[in-house]
């Protein structure tokens, strides 16, 4: 994914996150696991990760299926 650089601050993208929410991601990544990731690896981790945790609360009941 490639993020210009004239993208306001705060401007969401892809599953709704904002760069900055991104680059926050890469800065627990590599402080807490020693992982260094480029910004599209990392966003495409953090979709992933958000996919995930969804499932488990609607697997859960705690969140209701999106009928898109």
């Known amino acids: 994914m490639e993020l210009h650089a ?3 601050e705060g401007q ?5 996150l904002t760069e900055a ?3 926050r991601f890469q ?3 590599r402080e807490h696991c020693g992982v260094h990731l480029p910004l599209p690896e ?4 953090a979709i992933e ?5 969804e499932m488990l609360l609607q ?7 999106d009928r898109g």
């Open 6 to 8: 004239e993208s306001q």
């Open 12 to 16: 969401r993208f892809g599953a709704g």
């Open 21 to 23: 929410e991104v680059r």
């Open 27 to 29: 800065t627990i990544l």
């Open 42 to 45: 990392a966003w495409s981790r």
């Open 49 to 53: 990760l958000l996919s995930l945790v």
């Open 59 to 65: 697997w859960r009941s705690v969140l209701a299926p």
